[in-house]
C-alpha cells in the first residue's frame, strides 16, 4: 500500500486548508484510515480517524469542531477539511492506514503511511 499525502501550505490563522489522501497498491477499504501530525520537537500525535466498518469518525479534542475528516473507499481517497487553523496547528500531517478494521488512535497500529505534508500556520 502505497499513501500520498498532499494539501499543505501555509495559511494564516483562521484560514482553512484541505488535505488530501491518495492510496495505491494493494488498498486497504476495510481498514481504518487517520490523520496525525507531529510539530518539531514533539511526539507524533493523532487528529481525526475514520473506522473502517461503519465509517465513524473519531477526532482529537484540540480539533473537534474545526476539522472534518471523509473517506472515499471507490476513490481510495480521504480527506482532512482544516478550518479555523490556529498556530498551534503548524506540524506534518501524516496519513496512515490501520491493520485494524475497528477503529485505533494508536500509531503503532498503522503499518502504512503517506510521506507527511506541511502546514504551517501564520499569526
Known amino acids: 500500500v502505497q499513501l500520498q499525502a498532499s494539501g499543505g501550505g501555509l495559511v494564516q490563522a483562521g484560514g482553512s486548508l484541505r488535505l488530501s489522501c491518495v492510496a495505491s497498491?494493494?488498498?486497504?477499504?476495510?481498514?481504518?484510515m487517520a490523520w496525525f501530525r507531529q510539530a518539531p520537537g514533539k511526539e507524533r500525535e493523532f487528529v481525526a480517524g475514520?473506522?473502517?466498518?461503519?465509517?465513524?469518525?473519531f477526532y482529537d479534542e484540540s480539533v473537534k469542531g474545526r476539522f472534518t475528516i471523509s473517506r472515499y473507499k471507490a476513490r481510495n481517497t480521504m480527506y482532512l477539511e482544516m478550518n479555523s487553523l490556529k498556530p498551534e496547528d503548524t506540524a506534518i500531517y501524516y496519513c496512515?492506514?490501520?491493520?485494524?478494521?475497528?477503529?485505533?488512535?494508536?500509531?503503532?497500529?498503522?503499518?502504512?503511511w503517506g510521506q507527511g505534508t506541511q502546514v504551517t500556520v501564520s499569526s
Open positions: 496512515a492506514v490501520s491493520r485494524m478494521i475497528a477503529f485505533t488512535s494508536k500509531s503503532e497500529e498503522y503499518d502504512y
Open positions: 497498491g494493494r488498498t486497504l477499504t476495510r481498514h481504518s
Open positions: 475514520v473506522s473502517g466498518d461503519d465509517g465513524a469518525t
